[in-house]
């Protein structure tokens, strides 16, 4: 039996493999389990972490390290490159508000934790690891310790504190929801609400009667005009064609146009008329066009395209064809001369069968190189996360200078490769799927050392007064921000239910709440809510941990 003994209990590398890998598998597992509902999911290694190292089972202290460190750069960073097509986006409009309200949430939990540090005298170390707990956020909680090392300060206690109010952390989220619907919404108010979209696009007819642009080509009507469109078919003389740029528009043309339902009105005046019946009428159809041309939707995988404006590429006036729209991420974009391409983007191109097989050899569709993941971005990107988590910042006030550290610097990097690699030509797509198992696996091996690390004094923290009193104040640090800025999103600033709540769990980092908003609520504006501000809110949090400590400590 000793090899058995040597796998579990022995220190080695192997050993270390098969703990963190025997925390993750139990800890998943358990992770299936609902309670009225609620499932604290991922969570759940954790807490598997924790019960084995109050049992005794621990790895190598390097090992353990290594592990902890290497599990939160992949989970951050995976997280900036999934966050990042939307990070600045989700500033505009709507989502401006939403982000401001967010942060209230955000900077009124770091006020009542510094308060609480001085009322209830429970040290500053430990209020931010509650207030990890409280908020849900795992990845703060990672640059707090490493804030504590560099400072050379003992890093395990936040764990601690951290551990012992995460599940009230996700409770009371849903609580507070529970709350605001019972004492605030009406029935109405529960409905989803349509939301303007920028993005979606939309199919008009209209007909050529301003003379200004009679006997001029589309290109030089497109310059005419500030609205963004693509004319996708005219009709002249009993015939369909797909107009390239150079296509001279006549008096009395029929056009069928893609733009934006806000440009509408402004392409009414700059046409002469638009045509609110049925696209296809007694006198037109426009599916009538050409039976040798066909639609067929591309795929942009071609790697030397990406970061390319489409304009460039000339495909109209080379093959003839028309490209009507472009799917990005479930987005539906206007295809511009302007618009920047993707790798993964999906074209809609209507044309010949030939030339479509020309623009398919331009354009790739080879979809499945895209299922093969860019390591080596992945692998430059978390050297340079690191590089730039390592370089010390000097803030007014504070006695040694900040750094981004393990869990800053390659959230911000992964953030600004995932909005500005293609832009420089670096192919910093992956699928779904596999940022989703880069997540995954990074997010498991973190908690599961970090559970073990806090495992052999968490029970006797818990039972202990000081334990109790941990649990009360996170609970407060959870609900207390949650329902004012509820109140104030709702109630004064008249921001409809759904999205309130979304952006109350957004704030919180706190999937297992939205997941239960998702199920109690119509429409999907709790997750639209959510994806608006959880990047700028996960990138805050994970600074905001940092500064607190070096600038009340320092």
């Known amino acids: 039996m000793d090899w058995l003994y040597s796998l579990f209990v022995e220190h080695s590398a192997l050993q270390a493999v098969i703990v963190i890998s025997l925390i993750s598998a139990i800890g998943l597992g358990l992770g299936k389990i609902r309670v009225c509902g609620i499932s604290l999911g991922v969570t759940f290694v954790f807490f598997a972490g924790i019960l084995a190292g109050h ?13 902890e460190s290497f599990g939160l750069v992949i989970f951050v960073y995976a997280l900036g490159l999934q966050v990042g097509p939307g990070f600045f986006s989700s500033f505009r409009k709507g989502g401006l508000q939403l982000n401001m309200l967010a942060l209230g949430v955000v900077l009124i939990g770091t006020l009542l934790t510094v308060i609480g540090s001085f009322v209830f005298g429970v040290s500053l170390p430990d209020m931010v690891g509650i207030l990890c707990g409280a908020t849900t956020n795992t990845p703060a909680l990672g640059a707090a310790q490493q804030t504590l090392k560099q400072m050379g300060m003992d890093a395990s206690s936040p764990a601690l504190g951290c551990a012992v109010t995460y599940p009230l952390g996700v409770v009371g989220v849903i609580l507070a929801i529970l709350l605001m619907r019972k004492a605030l919404a009406r029935k109405e108010d529960l409905q989803p609400i349509e939301k303007e979209d920028d993005n979606k696009t939309y199919i008009g007819a209209f007909q050529v009667h301003n003379p200004a642009i009679f006997n001029k080509s589309v290109k030089e009507i497109a310059s005419l005009s500030h609205s963004k469109f693509v004319i996708s078919r005219l009709w002249r003389n009993g015939c369909v064609s797909i107009p390239t740029s150079d296509k001279i528009v006549q008096e009395g043309d029929r056009l069928l146009v893609v733009t934006s339902e806000k440009d509408a009105p402004a392409l009414t005046v700059l046409f002469g008329e638009q045509e609110h019946t049925d696209w296809n009428k007694e006198d037109i159809d426009w599916n009538a066009i050409d039976s ?10 071609r790697p030397e395209l990406n970061g390319k404006k489409l304009g460039s590429l000339h495909l109209r006036n080379h093959y003839g064809i028309n490209i009507s729209r472009v799917y990005r991420s479930g987005v539906q974009l206007l295809a511009t001369a302007e618009l920047t391409l993707q790798l993964g983007d999906r074209l809609t191109v209507v044309g ?7 623009v398919e050899k331009v354009l790739g569709n080879a979809i499945k190189s895209l299922k093969e993941p860019n390591l080596a971005a992945v692998f430059i990107g978390i050297i340079l996360g690191l590089a730039l988590g390592a370089i010390p910042i000097s803030l007014p006030g504070i006695s040694s200078p900040v750094k981004l550290g393990l869990a800053g610097g390659p959230i911000v990097v992964g953030i ?13 797509y992956t699928t779904r799927s596999a940022n989703l198992m880069l997540r995954g696996l990074g997010l498991d091996i973190y908690l599961a ?6 495992g052999e004094h968490f029970f006797e923290t818990v039972i202990r007064p000081e334990g109790l009193l941990w649990i009360a104040v996170g609970f407060g640090l959870t609900l207390i921000p949650v329902l004012i800025m509820g109140v104030v999103a709702f109630k004064w600033k008249k921001v409809d239910f759904g999205s309130t709540i979304g952006m109350l769990c957004g704030s919180m980092a706190n999937p297992m709440a939205l997941n239960y908003a998702n199920d109690t609520l119509p429409g999907d504006n709790p997750s639209v809510a959510y994806a608006t501000v959880y990047p700028l809110c996960m990138f805050v949090r994970v600074i905001i941990a940092q500064v607190l400590l070096m600038f009340l400590l320092g």
């Open 292 to 301: 040798q041309l066909i639609s067929q939707r591309i795929v942009v995988t």
């Open 449 to 454: 050392c970090l559970g073990l690390d806090s």
């Open 416 to 428: 600004l490769m995932g909005t500005f690699g293609p832009r420089v030509h670096m192919v910093t």
């Open 55 to 67: 049992f005794g089972l621990s790895i190598d202290p390097q090992m353990l390290n290594y592990a």
């Open 352 to 358: 010949e069968a030939a030339a479509i097989h020309n």
